[in-house]
């Protein structure tokens, strides 16, 4: 089975500055990776996803992510944090094929300064 | 597509009262998944269905959560009779396939007193 850390449970970033997001997997063979933005009230909407190909992954609202399978990490970035990226991120991972459900990390809060 | 539809978006109610949730998923998709999300337990998976048919119910915490999916646009997650420790966020979410990404609905935020 696959499983997901977020080591960050809190990250407080200044508006203007560059963001990274940990994530961690654990899976034995090419995993399926994504993230989810999660705006206060709402519910949880993709911001990107890799399944093969360029490691590099581009998503929406500017985010991008890279595939590093000798690390077994999938790290989200985006070059300039706006007031209104503060939201909860998850990570998850699932199973190349889809033979699996994708399990959900615990989640990272951005907290955005002015 | 409207998306994920779930309703109501907010229920409060009494200890031993029966809860429904609702959720319409998107046209198309053979899977609907329930969650539940809780500070102290994060986001977890309830149950999920494949062309209406639930096939992995391990996560319903007790007899007192039913779930059922009477057709392709409809699903319940039902709680009776409800405690204070089942007051949460409970996500509905679709997709068209297992291992796919999942649209997620709004959520119905529950509050037992």
């Known amino acids: 089975a696959q499983s997901v850390t977020q080591p960050d449970i809190h990250i407080t970033v200044s508006e203007g500055a560059s963001l990274e997001l940990r994530c961690n997997y654990s899976y034995g063979a090419t995993p399926y990776l994504f993230w989810y933005v999660q705006s206060p009230g709402q519910g949880l909407q993709l911001l990107l996803k890799?399944?093969?190909?360029?490691?590099l992954v581009q998503g929406i609202k500017g985010f991008e992510a890279e595939f590093k399978r000798s690390q077994s990490s999938f790290n989200l970035r985006k070059p300039s944090v706006h007031w209104s990226d503060a939201a909860e991120y998850f990570c998850a991972v699932g199973a190349a094929g889809g033979s699996y459900i994708p399990t959900f990390g615990r989640g990272t809060s951005l907290i955005v300064h002015p | 597509d409207a998306g994920v539809i779930q309703s109501p978006r907010h229920e409060v109610t009494e200890m031993g009262q029966e809860v429904t949730l609702r959720c319409k998923p998107i046209?198309?998709?053979?899977?609907l998944f329930w969650y539940r999300q809780t500070m102290m337990r994060g986001l977890e998976l309830l149950i999920y269905?494949?062309?209406?048919?639930?096939?992995?119910d391990s996560g319903m915490p007790e007899d007192r959560f039913s779930a059922k999916m009477p057709n392709a646009s409809f699903s319940t997650l039902k709680i009776q009779p409800s405690e204070p420790r089942d007051s949460a966020v409970y996500f509905c979410?679709?997709?068209?396939?297992?291992?796919?990404?999942?649209?997620f609905g709004p959520g119905t935020r529950l509050t037992v007193l």
């Open positions: 269905f494949n062309n209406n048919v639930p096939i992995d």
């Open positions: 046209s198309g998709h053979d899977y």
């Open positions: 979410a679709s997709s068209k396939d297992r291992g796919y990404e999942q649209f």
């Open positions: 890799y399944f093969s190909g360029d490691t």
